[in-house]
């Protein structure tokens, strides 16, 4: 057997404190929320422009597109708004503002790599190899989130990677996400739920299912069960909680691999993405899927998870 040769390049992955993402920061308590937001609607509407201006001249430089992030955390908080007036677009940006916080995605730490062929090697010299590697990045809180960096082989054996970009992005959520019956089946019989509910709720549902789908057996199951036992109601709540953990997420083309980022987005996440490993299978037809395996913790308990990707633009989480 021919001896196999290993060198160690002298390349090192170091954490960017400056790197960093703007969270919903929204207190738990209604009359905090309420106080903050009559203290902007107080405020003239000169004082509102004066504010958002400070606002993105301070933030602007570290996001995309700030307006956007405002706008949506403002949407958050909207039903607390207790006034009949027309808002203007400013001073609805400056309450999401008000409710904003940015988070340092790598201040604690950046570990953890797995390395996979990228599925775009369009242009890569014969002998050569593009790559994605993903990391594990934790911030403040210890809370960890999955980031990728892009980069080449070469024929030569040297690793280059690609500039790391000063911005990061979370993905969209895609709504009403799609299921696969058989794994979700597969999930309920690992936490240990398999009686006579789980299939009466289960078995009106399709081969792919969504989550309007599953919200429809879940309530005529439900309303037709009287009483509604303790079993059943905390069957039910499982359902939903398993549903409420599996989400797709979309990244826009344009994005480059080190500006993506996998943030925790459901409750058994809040504690942290961790650990994922990235691997790449080619199907008989020679389809190719990637996936990985996570551990997702909430503060109390872990859940295992999987991710799929064809792209690393689409992902499903499961």
Not at 10 to 34: A, G, K, Y
Not at 106 to 120: G, M, Q, T, Y
Not at 228 to 249: F, H, I, K, M, P
Request: with cysteine.
């Amino acid at each position: 057997m021919s001896p196999i040769h290993i060198r160690r390049h002298e390349l090192t992955l170091l954490p960017e404190c400056m790197r960093v993402i703007i969270r919903p920061f929204i207190p738990s308590d209604t009359h905090r929320v309420t106080t903050i937001i009559g203290r902007a609607l107080a405020l003239t509407e000169q004082e509102v422009a004066r504010e958002l201006r400070g606002v993105c001249q301070e933030f602007d430089d570290r996001h995309f597109d700030i307006a956007s992030l405002l706008q949506a955390h403002y949407e958050k908080v909207q039903h607390h708004v207790f006034t009949q007036r027309t808002l203007s677009h400013e001073r609805q940006l400056l309450i999401g503002a008000l409710f904003s916080g940015e988070y340092a995605l790598e201040s604690a730490a950046i570990f953890n790599p797995s390395i996979v062929p990228h599925p775009d090697q369009s242009g890569v010299p014969d002998g050569a190899l593009r790559f994605v590697m993903s990391l594990r990045a934790t911030g403040e809180g210890h809370i960890s989130s999955i980031e990728f960096r892009a980069g080449l082989i070469g024929t030569d054996g040297n690793i280059t990677f690609e500039p790391v970009s000063r911005f990061v992005t979370v993905p969209e959520i895609i709504l009403n996400p799609s299921y696969n019956k058989k794994r979700f089946i597969t999930k309920l019989r690992e936490m240990g739920f398999n009686d006579a509910d789980v299939v009466i709720v289960m078995a009106p549902l399709g081969e792919s299912f969504t989550r309007s789908d599953l919200n429809k057996s879940l309530n005529l199951v439900l309303h037709g069960s009287h009483p509604v036992s303790r079993d059943l109601r905390r069957t039910l709540e499982c359902l939903q909680w398993l549903a409420d953990s599996n989400y797709e997420l979309l990244f826009p083309e344009e994005l480059a691999m080190s500006e993506r980022i996998i943030f925790p987005v459901s409750s058994n996440e809040t504690n942290g993405i961790e650990d994922a490993r990235f691997v790449r299978f080619t199907e008989d037809d020679g389809a190719v899927m990637y996936y990985a395996t996570y551990t997702a913790y909430n503060g109390r308990v872990i859940l295992p998870q999987l991710i799929e990707t064809e792209d690393f633009l689409h992902f499903r989480i499961l």
